[in-house]
């Protein structure tokens, strides 16, 4: 708190001195820039700020050179806000060599601080203020040089990002066939699959109906083979039972043979033995014509033809 009040004390002591004695002023003032100076020789820029400001701010002492290098001052310890407003003061000053400067550190804190349109714009400034400013000339072709690689950069990526983008879309699309492709094989391998399976399912059906037929036709076949069968044992049963009745007629009509009959035969010059042939024919011929009309009446009637 005394610091304080000796500070303020000696401040407007030296505020006092100096309005009273002009002399003391102008020598403070070079004793002031003279140690700054030495301090910015020795590379103290924390004391080159401490005597700027002794200068600039307690002894009132306007000058364009000591704000410029107090301004480089707080540049080279990074303390870029008041090296910035540092800058601008001198930037308005009528030295346009100061000026031009002051404008060109404007333009290096703007492109430190990747503020490439504010930078370029303070080194068109500086070359205004001062054309023979070759570092700002330098500053000024190099950065205009730099944004516009970094435009050919950005143009190039945002170029290969749409190629990038174009393949993969490409790709996706590609893949978006295959898949697609691929679904309508296996589709189509489905339906011809199904129409496999259906045509197999229809030979089978229809296999199993030819094999149903012909296992009817063969029972047909065998009940027609059995009904013949019958047929057959059926017409040598009456054979057997005709023939017999033959036998037994004969044997009775030899048996019945009359006086008369045996006269006739006699009359018409034909023995017993000769009748008995004649009528063993005859009996013959009659069993012949029997057995042709049950091998008619048994024989199946052609379904395509009329019954008459």
């Known amino acids: 708190m005394k610091s304080v009040f000796f500070t303020i004390s000696f401040f407007l002591l030296s505020i006092s001195v100096l309005a009273i004695d002009p002399v003391g002023k102008i020598a403070k003032a070079n004793a002031a820039k003279e140690r700054a100076a030495e301090a910015l020789k020795n590379g103290d820029y924390e004391k080159v700020i401490e005597h700027y400001t002794y200068l600039l701010d307690s002894l009132n002492y306007e000058s364009p050179q000591a704000e410029l290098n107090r301004a480089h001052a707080y540049f080279q310890l990074k303390d870029t806000v008041n090296s910035y407003d540092a800058y601008r003061r001198v930037a308005d000053s009528d030295n346009k060599e100061l000026k031009s400067k002051a404008l060109l550190q404007l333009g290096n804190l703007s492109e430190m601080q ?76 489905e339906n011809q699959k199904n129409e496999e399976n259906q045509e197999n399912k229809s030979e089978d059906q229809n296999s199993e109906e030819e094999q149903q037929k012909e296992n009817a036709e063969q029972q047909q076949e065998g009940e027609q083979s059995e009904d ?74 052609d379904s395509g033809k009329p019954d008459w």
Do not use: C, H, V, W
């Not at 190099?142 to 990526?157: I, P, S, T, V, Y």
């Not at 039972?241 to 048996?255: H, T």
């Not at 009359?267 to 057995?291: G, P, T």
């Open 114 to 189: 990747k503020e490439y349109e504010n930078a370029l714009s303070f080194y068109k400034e500086a070359l205004r203020a001062d054309p023979g400013n070759q570092k700002a000339r330098y500053n000024y072709e190099l950065l205009k040089k730099k944004m516009q690689q970094q435009e050919q950069q950005n143009q190039d990526q945002q170029d290969q990002n749409k190629d990038q983008n174009d393949q993969q879309q490409d790709q996706e699309n590609k893949d978006q066939e295959n898949k697609d492709q691929q679904s309508k094989e296996d589709q189509n391998s």
């Open 228 to 301: 013949e069968k019958s047929e057959q044992e059926k017409e040598q049963q009456q054979q057997q039972e005709q023939q017999k009745e033959g036998e037994q007629k004969e044997n009775a009509d030899d048996q019945k043979m009359d006086p008369a009959t045996k006269q006739k035969l006699k009359e018409m010059n034909i023995s017993e033995e000769k009748a008995q042939m004649i009528l063993e024919a005859l009996r013959n011929k009659e069993s012949q014509y029997f057995q042709q009309l049950r091998k008619k009446a048994t024989k199946k009637q």
